[in-house]
């Protein structure tokens, strides 16, 4: 069974629209990221949390927005989306969210924006 | 701004072969290195990770880490086809809480 799952696997929206990648983890871990991995590009880091708080944002633009629900959870809000957004978003999870904790990955909602 | 620089971009090795991947990083504050497997379509999967100078063996993978030198490595002996992926290496500064920079990665094939 996978740990993180990711929804949905595949998405194709339109330039301007909004979109919600959906990040769920059962490791009963308490820190969460998103990582965005384009065409050759290394996968980048976005976003931190750490028990449901933001801990780091490398995101320049406001239109990502991170939304956690519940400890487990933590959606990525895209809005105005743009071509250049298109990418695969990858969450992942580790135990705590210390400088040496072992990563856990999803695997990824493929975006494709048009 | 750290800067982790993967070589080769790509690798063929026969089955049974040995492969070599390289890492170098350019800020020597940089604390955590790990390396990551990725097959087409899946994320990302954490190989082993290496904390200290030296050589550490898991299995057929081993990694090497020189901090003086800026360098990390990661040797998979007796290649196997299932080891034709993407590989990246990635690094942890130690203060960032859980941020982690990586390589563009290297693609190895393993060819039967």
């Known amino acids: 069974d996978p740990k993180i799952i990711q929804k949905p696997k595949y998405l194709v929206a339109v330039t301007g629209s909004e979109k919600i990648l959906i990040c769920e983890q059962y490791l009963g871990h308490n820190a969460m990221y998103w990582y965005r991995q384009s065409a050759k590009k290394p996968l980048e880091f976005m976003f931190s949390?750490?028990?449901?708080?933001?801990?780091d944002n490398q995101t320049a633009s406001s239109r990502f927005q991170p939304q956690s629900s519940k400890k487990n959870h933590l959606d990525l809000q895209i809005t105005a989306l743009k071509p250049d957004d298109s990418a695969t978003y990858f969450c992942?999870?580790?135990?705590?969210?210390?400088?040496?904790?072992?990563?856990?990955f999803g695997s990824g909602t493929r975006l494709l924006v048009i | 701004q750290q800067k982790v620089q993967q070589s080769p971009e790509s690798l063929i090795v026969p089955e049974g072969g040995m492969a070599s991947l390289n890492c170098t990083f350019s800020?020597?504050?940089?604390?955590y290195f790990w390396w990551y497997r990725q097959h087409s379509g899946e994320g990302p999967k954490a190989l082993m990770s290496i904390f200290s100078n030296g050589d550490k063996k898991e299995g057929r993978f081993t990694a090497h880490l020189n901090k003086a030198s800026l360098h990390v490595s990661l040797h998979i002996k007796d290649s196997q086809p299932s080891d034709s992926a993407l590989y990246f290496c990635?690094?942890?500064?130690?203060?960032?809480?859980?941020?982690?920079?990586f390589g563009q990665g290297t693609k190895l094939s393993i060819k039967p």
């Open positions: 949390y750490s028990y449901q708080k933001l801990m």
């Open positions: 800020d020597r504050n940089s604390q």
């Open positions: 992942a999870s580790s135990q705590e969210a210390g400088a040496n904790s072992d990563y856990t």
């Open positions: 990635a690094v942890s500064m130690g203060y960032n809480q859980g941020k982690l920079i």
